[in-house]
């Protein structure tokens, strides 16, 4: 509550507007504490008066009545006629789009055309003739302003329902034998909640003004009795006469209007989980960089990563998720990082190519070299040039990187245009092509397939062909198959290792598991709290592995046929990246860790390409 209110705040705007509507019903709640006249006691005698008149503050009208007292009472009536209308037709409505959007099927159908046939007429010519049938009176113009709005909910609500009713929370609710009545109360209803606050706070103030509308044309409330719209509807014929005692509650209308739409816009913007985790800031089109200095070029390779640090700047809080790591590959060769979850590797991947989102995420210092040319920094066209063209992605779940709604030959077929002009045709013929490389059987017919349609290991393959899309030469591989089950993990595996060996690709394979690196990879590097602890080529790592948490994590891997063995897990918790301890970051949770471990920086020692980060290594290198 207090971020959504701190989130709330932080747009001006909105502030704004909450103020001035607290202000408004501060005053108006405590009507019966203010020395007021009676809003309705006529003075013939004192008619017109000015503002600032004697006794009368804002001056009376053409029935010598005071006028501040008139518009705080019919302040009052507004609010109260607009939000009640506003919560009946957000209860009425939702419950018919709930309904409607949870049964689906005819029963959808029939209610929403119901629905559908009230949307029809112009909504004030339905509201005037709601109150043509009831008669005029604010109890009547009430019901019209709800009725009217209720399509405009059911709809909303109707869509987010149909939406929410198919997911899978919903199918276990069901097999948990809940019925139908318990489903829509605690599974759908707490998920379309924020939605319905957000449609209401953005209607309310235009129910307030139809309310007053209806009032002005002397449909709602009666004489005597003051709300905004009869008294703007009495003014009207000494409008230019004496124009204040129109421009009071014109003033006050707008006021109301303005403050509750600019607060309602800031609750949407706050509770959209979207614009929230982004605090309302769009994240930049490459990863921001504030570097101190610069880093020579040391090697030739195809691709290396020299002492890149990554932060995140969340609030006060900087979290080091990148920490000095030097990497480098050369063309065929494929270099596995490894390290638990939250160690880093996700982050030094996607700075290569700047696509760390900033806002959080900051390159604070070191260099990555693509065929010599430094990337951090680069210019956004030069890198867009290569992403996806010379340095291409894998990630690992190919169902939330591929659009739902598109074919995967469509896609494929966007990745190879966005940096190959082809005609329709050729780029067909290429998408179908590329699905044959990566062993897509009857790649002809399954090009026209929907991701959906696709088995887990069959969508992988197809990311894998976007990232062959362009002949690139380095893919980097996120976890490609962590996802998937280990017989088509191995056939992923297999077909990643083809792939280098015919075409010459450096690949980059990230993984917490050992069994994949020893499969793959030539040389393996490990990653602990930001930083590469080990290094070197990957049977020596296995053979011998020199840091303990290299040895620990190696250890965790269950062998086949091996015997009964216990599978050692690593006690405690991976550190806190804001609050790294000095000196060595797995001494907490080290059996060796000796009072040296915790002091000053331990370098990567070791001959050339087998390195370990360690005082106490489990072998001399
Ligand atoms: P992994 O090794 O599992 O791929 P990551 O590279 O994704 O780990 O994350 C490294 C660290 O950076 C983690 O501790 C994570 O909490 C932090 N991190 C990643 N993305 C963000 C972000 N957008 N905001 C704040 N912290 C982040
Ligand atoms: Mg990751």
Same mark, same amino acid.
């Given at each position: 509550m207090s971020a959504f209110l701190t989130l709330l705040f932080r747009n001006r705007l909105a502030a704004l507007g909450a103020v001035v509507i607290m202000a408004i019903l501060i005053l108006v709640l405590n009507i019966p504490l203010l020395p007021l006249h009676d809003p309705d006691v006529t003075a013939t005698a004192d008619r017109f008066m000015r503002p600032f008149a004697e006794g009368h503050l804002l001056g009376t009208d053409h029935l010598g009545r005071d006028l501040l007292s008139r518009l705080l009472h019919g302040t009052r009536l507004s609010l109260a006629v607009g939000i009640a209308a506003a919560l009946i037709a957000a209860a009425i409505g939702s419950a018919i789009g709930i309904f409607a959007g949870y049964f689906g099927g005819r029963t959808d159908n029939i209610v929403m055309r119901g629905v559908d046939m009230l949307m029809a007429f112009p909504y004030i010519l339905l509201a005037l003739a709601i109150v043509a049938a009831l008669g005029p009176g604010l109890m009547n113009a009430l019901i019209a302003v709800a009725a009217v709005n209720v399509p405009f909910f059911a709809r909303n609500i109707r869509g987010i329902t149909v939406g929410l009713a198919g997911r899978e929370f919903v199918d276990a609710a069901r097999l948990a034998g809940m019925g139908h009545t318990r489903i829509v109360l605690t599974e759908l209803l707490p998920n379309v909640l924020p939605v319905i606050v957000i449609a209401m706070s953005t209607t309310v103030g235009w129910m307030i003004l139809e309310t007053a509308g209806l009032s002005f044309l002397g449909l709602g409330s009666q004489p005597p009795q003051a709300d905004l719209g009869s008294m703007l509807g009495e003014a009207r014929s000494a409008?230019?006469?004496?124009p204040h005692t129109s421009i009071v509650p014109g003033l006050m209308i707008f006021l109301i209007v303005v403050s509750i739409n600019l607060l309602g816009d800031g609750v949407r913007d706050a509770l959209d989980p979207r614009l929230r985790s982004g605090a309302l800031s769009r994240p930049r089109a490459t990863t921001l960089v504030k570097r101190h200095g610069d880093v020579p070029p040391t090697t030739d390779d195809l691709l290396a990563i020299q002492d890149l640090h990554t932060e995140f700047h969340v609030g006060k809080r900087n979290l080091r998720a990148v920490d000095g790591v030097s990497l480098a590959v050369k063309p065929g060769e494929c270099l596995g990082v490894i390290g638990e979850?939250?160690?880093g590797k996700s982050v030094t991947a996607l700075s290569v190519m700047g696509l760390v989102a900033s806002p959080p995420g900051v390159i604070t210092g070191g260099a990555v070299r693509f065929q010599g040319e430094d990337l951090i920094g680069a210019p956004y066209e030069s890198l867009r040039q290569k992403r996806g063209d010379r340095v291409a992605y894998i990630f690992q779940d190919p169902l939330s990187t591929?659009?739902?709604?598109?074919r995967v030959g469509q896609q494929l077929a966007e990745a190879i245009r966005s940096h190959d002009s082809l005609s329709k045709a050729e780029t067909r013929a290429r998408a179908i092509e590329l699905l044959n490389d990566v062993r897509i059987p009857n790649a002809k017919s399954r090009v026209?397939?929907?991701?959906?349609?696709?088995?887990g290991g069959m969508r992988q393959r197809v990311g894998i062909a976007m990232a062959l899309a362009n002949e690139p030469d380095v893919i980097i591989a996120d976890e490609?198959?962590?996802?998937?089950?280990v017989t088509v993990q191995a056939q992923i595996l297999s077909l990643l290792d083809d792939l280098r060996r015919e075409r010459g690709l450096a690949i980059i394979f990230i993984t917490h598991d050992f069994g994949v690196v020893a499969q793959l990879c030539d040389r393996v590097a490990v990653m602990y709290a930001g930083r590469i602890v080990e290094e070197g080529p990957t049977q020596a790592v296995l053979d011998a592995p020199a840091h303990p948490y290299t040895k620990r994590l190696i250890a965790c891997v269950p062998e086949l046929g091996g015997g009964r063995r216990e599978l050692a897990a690593i006690p405690g918790l991976p550190p806190v990246l804001d609050d790294l301890p000095s000196g060595c970051a797995f001494a907490p949770r #080290?059996?060796?860790?000796?009072?040296? #471990?915790?002091?000053g920086e331990i370098p990567l020692q070791g001959p050339a390409l087998r390195t370990v980060r360690c005082l106490f290594p489990e072998r001399t290198l």
């Open positions: 409008m230019i006469s004496h979850s939250g160690s591929l659009h739902p709604l598109y026209d397939d929907y991701p959906h349609e696709m088995s490609p198959t962590t996802a998937l089950d #080290c059996n060796k860790a000796a009072k040296s #471990c915790r002091q």
